[in-house]
């Protein structure tokens, strides 16, 4: 899955959240960070990885009000 982020100065610091948690992410563009959820090759539904994601991202993002991220693929 891919995410397009709205602050890329606060990449490193959403990738370390997200390394933190079941999933595997990394910076691959500017403003890109591409995230793997090891849930989806037991069959998960990746639409509803993608609104699990969402929701970590918008959580984290509490503490930076101004912070936006798109779902770009669900793949």
Same mark, same amino acid.
């Given at each position: 899955?891919?995410?397009?982020?709205?602050? /890329?100065? %606060?990449?490193?610091?959403?990738?370390?959240?997200?390394?933190? &948690?079941?999933? *595997?992410?990394?910076?691959? !563009?500017?403003?890109?960070?591409?995230?793997?959820? /090891?849930? %989806?090759?037991?069959?998960?539904?990746?639409?509803?990885?993608? &609104?699990?994601? *969402?929701?970590?991202?918008? !959580?984290?993002?509490?503490?930076?009000?101004?912070?936006?991220?798109?779902?770009?693929?669900?793949?």
């Amino acid at each position: 899955m891919k995410l397009r982020i709205s602050h /890329p100065e %606060l990449a490193p610091e959403l990738v370390r959240a997200l390394n933190d &948690t079941d999933c *595997l992410a990394a910076r691959t !563009a500017l403003d890109t960070v591409e995230v793997f959820a /090891p849930w %989806l090759l037991e069959g998960d539904d990746p639409t509803h990885a993608g &609104t699990e994601l *969402l929701f970590f991202v918008r !959580a984290w993002a509490t503490r930076h009000p101004q912070f936006r991220a798109t779902l770009l693929d669900a793949r």
